[in-house]
C-alpha cells in the first residue's frame, strides 16, 4: 500500500495543503507556519508523509511519521 502524502505548496498570496489522492479543495493558509503546523496534524492523523515546499516548488522538507521532524517548531 502506497503512503498518502501531505504537501505544504505556495499558492496565490498564500499557502495551501493538499492531500495526494483526495478530491477534496486545498485548505489555504496565510502564512507558511499555519500551512506547516496543519499539514504535520494531518500527516499525523492519516499516518502519512509530509512534504513542504519552497516557494519555486521544489521540496525543502520531505518527512515521514516515523521520522523525527528535524526538530521543526511551529
Known amino acids: 500500500m502506497r503512503t498518502r502524502i501531505v504537501r505544504v505548496v505556495p499558492a496565490e498570496h498564500c499557502w ?14 496565510s502564512s507558511l ?7 504535520w496534524d494531518r500527516a499525523k492523523r492519516e499516518n ?3 512534504h513542504i515546499h519552497r516557494q519555486d516548488g521544489t521540496v ?10 528535524l526538530g521543526v517548531k511551529v
Open 60 to 69: 525543502r522538507l520531505r518527512s515521514g511519521l516515523a521520522d523525527d521532524p
Open 16 to 29: 495551501a495543503l493538499e492531500i495526494e489522492g483526495l478530491a477534496e479543495r486545498p485548505q489555504r493558509f
Open 33 to 39: 507556519e499555519a500551512a506547516i503546523a496543519a499539514g
Open 48 to 50: 502519512a508523509e509530509l
